[in-house]
């Protein structure tokens, strides 16, 4: 696996790399709670799951790195980059 951005961050980016890898390595379909819908790892990927394990391990990664980007001043980079796509992030989303 590669290493993060941050160096700070490696242990989190390799324990949610870990599980994500598991996850998306186990099944090509899987149950979502209540086990009535079943969904392809497309749509899952797409958003239209209810849930994901790797959540909280994903959000504490996101948390380290936005710390590292803000330090760097690449934070305000992204938030203009995605302001001056937004239209088209739009239009891809909906595919």
């Given at each position: 696996?590669s290493a993060s ?34 969904l392809t790892r ?29 330090e760097r001043g ?22």
């Amino acid at each position: 696996m590669s290493a993060s951005l941050a160096p700070q961050c490696n242990e989190v980016k390799e324990r949610y790399d870990t599980c994500f890898l598991k996850w998306y390595s186990e099944s090509d379909i899987f149950a979502s709670p209540p086990a009535v819908t079943r969904l392809t790892r497309s749509e899952y990927l797409r958003g239209n799951g209810t849930t994901d394990e790797c959540a909280p391990l994903f959000k504490e990664y996101q948390q380290c790195l936005n710390v590292a980007l803000k330090e760097r001043g690449i934070d305000k980079m992204l938030e203009e980059a995605r302001e001056d796509h937004k239209e088209n992030d739009a239009t891809n989303l909906r595919r």
